[in-house]
């Protein structure tokens, strides 16, 4: 059945409580907050603004009980839940789009010129570290969701021993990613999508190896 203590525990909740009385002090919403109550004030004109509400930022709370029948019925409903997939389409697209703006255009020449830097490996560098801060920012819009945590630190273990141009083998960089994970969160453990996760990715390594 239902542990609702270790779901609470794994989503780092130590305690419940109700509130009978009380009055608002003081109130600084944090910049992600910001810019969610500002973009969902403009969602509900667009004619996806609810998918793109739960894309961006995480928030599912516009999507109708149709929309979520809907995601059902196709198999699409995981991809509303921000994991690993969004993080590398949002690293991807970014690392694409710069090291070509670097290698391919005038305009990236000219600045590369400018710096008096050389092609070599700057570009490459250059766009890892882009993407990488990218896919950082998306996080941190998206919430940093359990599973978006585990994403982006194995992303960052990634892109860190390819720049430290250290050769490991897909399993050795798959127990890294997971002892950092449960080095920054010990408690993901006790949540599904912890196991889903890398059991998933132990299954891929499996049949390409």
Same mark, same amino acid.
């Given at each position: ?66 929309? /979520? !029948?809907? =995601?059902?019925?196709?198999?699409? %409903?995981? *991809? ?6 969004? @993080? +590398?389409?949002? &690293? ?78 897909? /399993? !050795?960089? =798959?127990?890294?990613?997971?002892? %950092?994970? *449960? ?6 453990? @006790? +949540?599904?999508? &912890? ?15």
């Amino acid at each position: 059945g239902f542990n609702q203590q270790r779901y609470y525990i794994h989503r780092h909740i130590v305690g419940k409580g109700q509130v009978k009385q009380a009055r608002l002090v003081s109130f600084t919403p944090s910049i992600r907050q910001q810019w969610l109550s500002s973009f969902a004030k403009v969602t509900p004109k667009l004619k996806n603004g609810d998918l793109l509400l739960a894309l961006l930022f995480g928030d599912k709370s516009q999507i109708s009980e149709v929309r /979520w !029948q809907q =995601l059902r019925q196709t198999g699409t %409903g995981h *991809l509303i839940a921000i994991s690993g997939l969004h @993080l +590398s389409v949002v &690293f991807g697209l970014v690392f694409i789009c710069c090291f070509g703006l670097l290698t391919r255009f005038r305009f990236g020449q000219l600045l590369l010129a400018k710096i008096h830097c050389q092609y070599g490996l700057f570009p490459l560098y250059a766009s890892l570290t882009l993407a990488t801060t990218m896919a950082w920012v998306y996080a941190y819009m998206a919430g940093y969701s359990v599973s978006t945590q585990r994403a982006l630190i194995m992303l960052v273990l990634l892109v860190l021993l390819s720049l430290l141009k250290q050769h490991h083998s897909l /399993w !050795q960089r =798959l127990m890294y990613a997971l002892a %950092g994970v *449960l080095l920054f969160d010990p408690f993901s453990m @006790l +949540s599904a999508g &912890f196991w889903l996760s890398f059991v998933a990715l132990g299954i891929i390594l499996r049949f390409l190896d």
